[in-house]
């Protein structure tokens, strides 16, 4: 049925009013049809705002859940990968100090080859050179020098047994040359522990006797003896590894 039920529940067909009425009619018609209309799309905004909202907070709530069970997870990978860091610089530095250890080694095993064939002897990390000819203390020195080594220092009971053990007069290191009775190492350092065979040193007859001889008393543990720089005599001499 074609009409509009007013206020009063009537059913009003406007075909059947005059012209004005109808004009009337139609306007209210259609201002009510606008209203209601827009009150029906205002409710379904209505529950489309909310339906949005609800979403919303669904989509909120599944964000901190993952959120806070994705956090932890971000925490823990960030530490183990520091930790793998920490763990790869160690190996590197490792590396590093072995390389140069490795290094290290090669250079000595070269040098231990090279002193070992030109017929240097090895005892507790040095190599010692006994000469095949004699010199003054002076000289000796020198060639010690000239060596890259010293005229050998005796720093202890075994030491002084290895060198005892040569069997041969030879030059060391020591002497008083410049304060009488002040001896001295080649390399400034006093003397502390010494071997001075029994009645040495003696500045024999008054002579003036500053450098010091390993002596041909070899049955004895102490058998250093000072004699003249201008004796000649082999010599010893010592290099450090
Ligand atoms: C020689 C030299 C001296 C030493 C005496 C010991 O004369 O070697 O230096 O002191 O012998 O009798
Ligand atoms: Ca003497």
Redo the contacts with the bound molecule.
């Keep these: 049925m074609k009409g509009h039920r007013d206020e009063s529940g009537m059913v009003l067909d406007i075909r059947n009013l005059s012209s004005p009425a109808r004009s009337v009619g139609l306007n209210r018609f259609t201002n009510e049809s606008v209203e209601a209309a827009a009150s029906v799309s205002g409710g379904k905004l209505h529950k489309w705002i909310a339906g949005s909202f609800c979403l919303l907070c669904i989509l909120q709530a599944a964000l901190n859940v993952s959120l806070r069970l994705a956090l932890p997870l971000q925490d823990s990978m960030n530490k183990e990968r520091e930790e793998q860091k920490r763990q790869l610089d160690y190996i590197a530095s490792q590396l590093n100090f072995l390389t140069k250890e490795r290094e290290e080694l090669k250079r000595k095993l070269e040098d231990f080859a090279h002193y070992a064939q030109q017929g240097w002897l090895y005892f507790n990390g040095s190599f010692y050179y006994i000469s095949s000819i004699t010199k003054t203390w002076q000289d000796s020195r020198d060639d010690c020098l000239q060596r890259g080594a010293v005229l050998a220092i005796i720093s202890n009971t075994e030491e002084q047994e290895f060198i005892r053990l040569q069997q041969k007069v030879m030059w060391i290191g020591l002497t008083d040359r410049e304060t009488e009775g002040v001896w001295k190492w080649v390399d400034e350092t006093p003397l502390t522990a010494s071997f001075w ?1 029994s ?4 500045n ?2 008054h ?1 003036n ?1 500053d450098c010091v ?1 390993i ?1 041909h008393y070899y049955d004895y543990e102490n058998n250093w ?4 720089c201008e004796n000649l005599n082999f010599w010893l001499c010592e290099k450090d590894m």
């Design positions: 065979y009645g040495e040193p003696n024999f007859k002579r006797e001889v002596n003896n000072d004699a003249a």
